[in-house]
């Protein structure tokens, strides 16, 4: 089959996507209608949808693109046709499994710690347990959580979100299922290169007036930062000063914007300018302590001047390194973006450790959240252990006698989770 050679208009590219994520249609719909749709019938049935338009309108005009997309796949060819199932079946799978998710969290909140007032309880909700901060369920919870038949009840009572979805999931239902991984990536490779040639066309105009631009900076026109008239005197006398200092090849590499290498005692310092050379002050330097024998990067350190020039903090640093002050420096300074081979490097594993335990003292409030947090790790827990019985009793509410074969192809459950 042919891609249609232009993309829908971006109203109906965005019902499409947000149908998509809403769950109100299958993914593999919504891109096979945006590859192979009429858009004429496409943009006109979405544009005739009210601008304040209720969600059960919005959720026809979806089901009713989506039923057109099984009608176009049906009278496709085989290869395309068992494409489109493939991928139909998988999203079908992935949404139960975004469903089994969300229906697991709200039963166990509903059940454990009170619905709507989870943010005001800071313990369970039981009152045998207040103030004894023990986030687990009662015993008679605990039961009604690993039933079945509760968990059944529980997912008819929300009655709206269950209907959308046996909505969604019907066209899916009483058509073949099946799930074929060759098949399913063929919609998805077709997919991807019509976005890549949508994308290059839309933004052929931009590449080529990036191209100008190139040209013009290759020749010079008028691109570069200039520094201010007042500035370039005091610049140049900076940079003599900073050459006695460091030398001046490492002047010359630091004002092209290169990294200049300082050799400390225990640590090389790789040294270069953030931004424009005129710039002074705190962040005008990204200093790198490196391992001088492996050459491995240890950590970023952060040294604070004040008001100073790039070019007279780069003096300044060889000023102390050559005075031997590379330990003042750095424990002056602050160690970020850590590699492990700077935590468990000798000469900065306690000062690591000393930031490690400021973080923690200034920015964790286990102490605080200990019950929240502990309820959200059950949660979690309780979400994983009972994913498969969710999604067996939302396949049976959905798609009905033919869950087990929407259940028999594609991912297993983590897998649907992570995909989804």
Known sequence: ????????????????????DAEEMLGAAATWLALYGDRH?????????????????RHAVALHLQREAFRDAMSASESYRN?????????????????????????????????????????????????????TPSPKAARRLRSRSAIRRYILEQ?????????????????????????????????????????????????????????????????????????????LR????????????????????????????RFLFRVERSGSIARSGHGALSISLVDATTHARLAGLCLYFDGTPALDQLAALGLHLAAGEEADLVDAGNLYG????????????????????????FFDFADVNNPQAAMRMLAAQYALDLFPVYQDVLADMTVGRRKKELLACGMTPQEIVRAA
Not at 2 to 20: K, V
Not at 41 to 57: C, G, H, K, M, Y
Not at 239 to 251: L, S
């Open 338 to 361: 850590i590699e492990p081979a700077g935590a468990a490097h000798p000469a900065l594993g306690a000062k690591v450790q000393v930031g490690e335990e400021r973080r923690r003292r």
């Open 159 to 235: 009655h709206e979100t269950i209907d959308a979805r046996r909505l969604t999931m019907a066209d899916l239902a009483a058509g073949p299922i099946m799930m074929d991984e060759r098949a399913a990536r063929l919609l998805s490779r077709e997919w991807e290169s019509a976005v890549r040639v949508w994308r290059i066309a839309e933004t052929a105009r931009e590449r080529i007036e990036q191209a100008h631009a190139a040209e013009r900076r290759r020749r010079g026109w008028g691109t570069a930062t200039t520094v201010p008239h007042d500035k370039r005197k005091p610049l």
């Open 41 to 57: 019938f496409i943009e006109t049935t979405v544009d005739n949808l009210p601008v304040q338009s209720p969600w059960r309108a």
């Open 83 to 135: 494409a489109f199932l493939s991928s139909a079946s998988l999203s079908g799978r992935r949404v139960l499994g975004s469903a089994a998710e969300f229906y697991a969290s709200w039963f166990y909140e509903d059940s454990v710690w009170g619905g709507c007032g989870r943010p005001f309880n800071r313990v369970a909700r039981h009152s045998r347990r207040w103030g004894f901060k023990d986030p």
């Open 238 to 265: 900076a940079a003599r000063t900073a050459g006695h200092i460091v030398g001046d090849e490492a002047v010359r590499e630091f004002v092209a914007g290169r990294p200049v290498v300082l050799t400390g005692d």
């Open 1 to 20: 089959m042919q891609i249609r050679p232009q993309p829908l208009s971006d109203r109906a590219q965005y019902f499409l996507d947000g149908a998509t």
